[in-house]
């Protein structure tokens, strides 16, 4: 017999979000003496997909795509596959997984489905509803961040009684290992000038990171301060349109977009600051990343980011889409002297490391775990107490 506690991963996709990186942190660091992980992808070809079984995590690919209804048939897959494997937990992440768990899970009898909010912004007011007509089949619904849970409970989609918060959390040895990296030498490898003021933001080139907006407060900006340069780390749609509104501002030598990039840890080693300019987010992973490399921050009021930001400590929160709010919190960092950055900088990671770490993400999922399988009088194994 399994002495482990057996935990079914189910999500819709596994590309490089903030929702499929905190799976992949968790079912790979999760005590493996207590459990074991599967995990179940509605779609196919997932860049994470290949790196779990590497890790020896079982992986399914279901080929889902949501916009074809032949595949929502598909979905009865799941069923049979929560029959064979018959975990004791279904954990589920992001919206079309969340509605398959809670309906597929109760149908399979699986004891405890829990759910997660990972956006304040989910959608839309449908979602919203289908949310609301299956969340008595949850028995608890995790948010990244206290904002984004609370405006779900109002929304009707969770209740009050179903959430808890567990934030994300980074591990912190993947940014202190590259504390001493020469910053100019990575400068020089990106194309900026050593003795320029650099912010960095890292994200998709999508409408939700408002890059477009924010390179118009840059451009105010680097009016008065010519010798700055923002780095655009990431790609996406809005590719062409960002780079040309770039070259319509005139900033080919101060906006440099370098693409997607697998060593963001390295490479905030190379900036002063880090701006997020999103319009909307959930827990944005970005900023504690930036704050555990000792960055001071300057970030829009979305999601969690009030959550982790601490004004004037750490960096400054302004309101989104208020191109000249983002303007005035950029010039500031510039205006202060680098003792003064350096003392936000190391503010900011003892923020993270004393609240946002990998390790306590995992202490609280373990918590959970163990809390809702007792409600449902299932007791691991490992809990027993042998027969005396």
Request: overall charge positive.
């Amino acid at each position: 017999m399994n002495d482990k506690v057996k935990v079914l991963s189910l999500i819709t996709g596994l590309q490089t979000g903030g929702a499929e990186m905190m799976l992949f942190q968790t079912v790979t660091h999760l005590n493996r003496e207590r459990y074991e992980s599967v995990v179940v992808s509605l779609e196919s070809d997932g860049k994470l997909t290949g790196p779990l079984r590497d890790q020896g995590i079982k992986v399914y690919e279901l080929g889902f795509k949501k916009k074809n209804p032949l595949h929502w048939l598909r979905l009865f897959r799941i069923l049979a596959l929560l029959m064979k494997e018959k975990p004791q937990i279904v954990h589920a992440y992001m919206f079309h997984a969340d509605i398959v768990a809670r309906i597929m899970g109760k149908l399979a009898g699986v004891p405890v489905i829990i759910s997660s909010i990972r956006n304040e912004n989910i959608g839309g007011r449908m979602r919203e509803r289908m949310l609301g007509m299956t969340k008595r089949f949850a028995d608890c619904v995790t948010a990244v961040c206290r904002s984004a849970g609370e405006r779900q409970v109002r929304q009707g989609a969770v209740g009050a009684d179903q959430l808890t918060v567990i934030y994300n959390g980074v591990v912190m040895s993947r940014f202190e290992k590259h504390v001493n990296e020469d910053p100019a030498a990575i400068r020089r490898e990106l194309g900026v000038p050593e003795h320029h003021f650099v912010y960095m933001t890292v994200g998709r080139m999508a409408e939700q990171k408002n890059h477009l907006q924010l390179i118009d407060s840059f451009a105010e900006v680097q009016k008065q301060h010519p010798d700055t340069t923002l780095l655009i780390i990431g790609d996406g749609p809005l590719r062409g349109e960002i780079m040309a509104k770039i070259k319509d501002k005139g900033l080919e030598g101060h906006v440099r977009c370098p693409g997607l990039r697998t060593d963001v840890p390295r490479l905030l080693r190379g900036a002063d600051a880090f701006v997020l300019g999103s319009l909307w987010e959930g827990f944005p992973n970005v900023v504690i990343e930036a704050m555990a490399s000792e960055l001071p921050v300057v970030a829009t009021r979305t999601g969690g980011v009030a959550e982790v930001v601490e004004e004037p400590g750490s960096g400054f929160i302004v309101e989104p889409g208020v191109t000249d709010e983002m303007s005035k919190a950029l010039a500031a960092l510039i205006a202060m002297d680098k003792p003064a950055r350096e003392k936000m900088g190391r503010y900011a990671k003892n923020i993270v490391t004393t609240r946002f770490t990998l390790e306590r993400t995992l202490e609280q999922t373990d918590e959970l775990y163990r809390s809702l399988l007792q409600r449902k009088g299932v007791v691991p194994l490992y809990e027993r107490t042998p027969a005396g």
